[in-house]
Nanobody
Framework: QVQLVESGGGLVPAGGSLRLSCAAS?????????MGWFRQAPGKEREFVAA????????DYADSVKGRFGISRDNAKNTLYLQMNSLKPDDTAVYYC?????????????????WGQGTQVTVSS
């Protein structure tokens, strides 16, 4: 079992920045696993935000966040990050980190096995 704990969410004005963190632990967690961020706004489906491969040198982003968000990981600390800049009200959602299959990068929720409890990000206009 893998435990994921997100932190760093909050209320920020439009144009502001936040940095989300996701601490991973558990017997089956591996530094070789791909990891990703997803978000879910009220009344909407969970959507892909960003993903990173096990070494941190390959990333993928949703078009809506390209150029504004940056995903990274520190395998020594078992921690995933999401730097969010130039935030917009449309970025308001609960943000989830997730663990995917090893040696790969995925963009759909069903391909991820473990999920955190989520952290709320609210961007005011």
């Amino acid at each position: 079992q893998v435990q994921l704990v997100e932190s760093g969410g909050g209320l920020v004005p439009a144009g502001g920045s936040l940095r989300l963190s996701c601490a991973a632990s558990g017997r089956t967690f591996s530094a070789y696993d791909g990891m990703g961020w997803f978000r879910q706004a009220p009344g909407k489906e969970r959507e892909f935000v960003a993903a990173v491969n096990w070494r941190g040198d390959i990333t993928d982003y949703a078009d809506s966040v390209k150029g504004r968000f940056g995903i990274s990981r520190d395998n020594a600390k078992n921690t995933l990050y999401l730097q969010m800049n130039s935030l917009k009200p449309d970025d308001t959602a609960v943000y989830y980190c997730a663990v995917g299959p090893p040696f790969s990068i995925r963009t759909t929720p069903r391909e991820y096995t473990y999920w955190g409890q989520g952290t709320q990000v609210t961007v005011s206009s």
